[in-house]
């Protein structure tokens, strides 16, 4: 595979997903997590938006037609999600009710729609359609095996970025 043909995929499935802005939230929900269970949650995260991501690789157009859903119906769906979440963050007050590890955060919201969410979806249909299915699982590998890393080392990674800067990459990459 061409090395252009694979950053004509990776690079619009690294900004769909937006890692590094979501990395100030992932910290948000495992505020007071041990290292143990963060890193269990990673997997958790990854895994769950992963299948997703496969599931919708090979069937989302299908299932999307069959639904009579348009690809902008599933994104203000999916904006919807995350507003819903945002305002419950926002509402409760305390942060034990919100943030049990058990709860399994890792699917939902992280995996999806966090990490897996409307935007990356739809760009997985669009690159599929365009470049083909090598250079779309090639880029969907990599670009996990980046959020892998990137969660792994999240406290870090914000201290030197600092807030303003991953708030600032976030805007960029949106």
């Known amino acids: 595979m ?6 004509l995929t990776f690079i619009p499935l ?9 990395t100030p939230v992932f910290l948000g929900f495992t ?16 895994l769950t938006a992963f299948i997703v991501a496969i ?8 299932v999307l037609r069959f639904l009579g859903i348009t690809i902008n119906d599933f ?8 507003l819903i979440l945002s305002i419950n963050d926002i509402v409760s007050t305390s942060t034990e009710s919100r943030r049990h590890p058990h709860t399994h955060i890792g699917i939902v919201p992280l995996g ?17 359609d365009k470049y083909g299915f090598l250079p779309t699982i ?15 080392n999240a406290k870090w990674i914000t ?10 990459f976030a805007k960029i990459a949106s």
């Open 159 to 168: 201290k030197v970025l600092g807030e303003g800067g991953s708030k600032a």
């Open 14 to 22: 690294f900004v769909a997903i937006d890692i590094i802005g979501t």
């Open 31 to 46: 505020e007071g997590v041990s290292n143990f269970q963060r890193k269990k949650l990673i997997w958790e995260a990854c």
């Open 138 to 152: 090639s880029a969907m590998l990599t670009n996990f095996a980046i959020i892998v890393l990137i969660l792994t």
């Open 75 to 82: 994104r203000i769906a999916g904006g919807l999600v995350l």
């Open 112 to 128: 999806i729609p966090l990490i897996m969410g409307p935007a990356a979806l739809t760009t997985i249909l669009i690159l599929n």
């Open 2 to 7: 061409d090395i252009n043909l694979f950053l």
């Open 55 to 62: 599931a919708f690789l090979f069937m989302g157009k299908a």
